[in-house]
């Protein structure tokens, strides 16, 4: 247990649906920040919040927002989903902007 | 755009030999590396960092080779072992003008053969 807890740990939808992808961050990191990990790309950075406000944004969709409660956690939503959208979402957390300690990631598939 | 790249998608070695493992990055920014190490249906755990400031980090069997001029790191692992098989993804990250996140490569799965 890395300290960072995501859930679900896999979900199935159908396409045109929304999710909701969560994340507890470490106890103590500030920061979270969610990637995407499909078949062909790497980690894919898509958005770092840090104590509830937006930091950094990567390759992050219009059709993907998230945002970090007041008790850190922070939540990825993904809507209109298309096939392409299946892959492993994983955030991290950190103290400061190096070092991070990952979740053991969601596997969504789109069918 | 991918600023990290590993372009060997896989790697097997025999066990007890050496695993060299490559990343290129295109960033001159980039001043902090890491390596982390991926197995299936976990998250990614770091393995070993280097700071621009240093050419060589040594941990144990790994050891991480930073070439500044040419923009490129390598992490050796000797003597390589079965339990080392995973993917390695190299990540980079420094000040530049999208933040101090970090950049990961596509990953090289390892196979060490026993």
């Known amino acids: 247990d890395s300290g960072v807890t995501q859930t679900p740990k896999h979900l199935i939808t159908a396409t045109g649906q929304r999710v909701t992808l969560r994340c507890s961050p470490r106890?103590?990191?500030?920061?979270v920040y969610w990637y995407q990990q499909s078949l062909d790309q790497g980690l894919q950075f898509l958005i770092q919040y840090y104590n509830g406000e937006e930091r950094a944004k990567g390759n992050i969709l219009e059709r993907f927002s998230a945002q970090q409660f007041p008790d850190l956690h922070s939540e990825l939503n993904l809507s209109s989903l298309e096939l392409g959208d299946s892959a492993l979402y994983f955030c991290a957390s950190s103290v400061v902007d190096y070092g991070y300690t990952f979740g053991s990631g969601t596997r969504l598939t789109v069918v | 755009d991918q600023q990290v790249k590993q372009n060997s998608p896989s790697l097997s070695v025999q066990e007890g030999r050496i695993s060299i493992l490559n990343c290129d990055y295109t960033?001159?920014?980039?001043?902090?590396f890491l390596w982390y190490k991926k197995y299936p249906a976990e998250g990614p755990t770091f393995l070993i960092s280097i700071s621009s400031i240093k050419d060589k980090n040594e941990d144990g069997r790994f050891t991480v080779f930073l070439n500044k001029s040419a923009k490129h790191l390598s992490l050796h692992i000797v003597p390589s072992q079965p339990g080392d098989s995973a993917v390695y993804f190299c990540?980079?990250?420094?000040?530049?003008?999208?933040?101090?996140?970090?950049?990961f490569g596509t990953g090289t799965s390892l196979t060490v053969i026993p």
């Open positions: 990540a980079a990250s420094g000040n530049t003008n999208t933040g101090n996140q970090f950049y």
């Open positions: 960033n001159s920014m980039f001043d902090y």
């Open positions: 106890s103590g990191d500030l920061s």
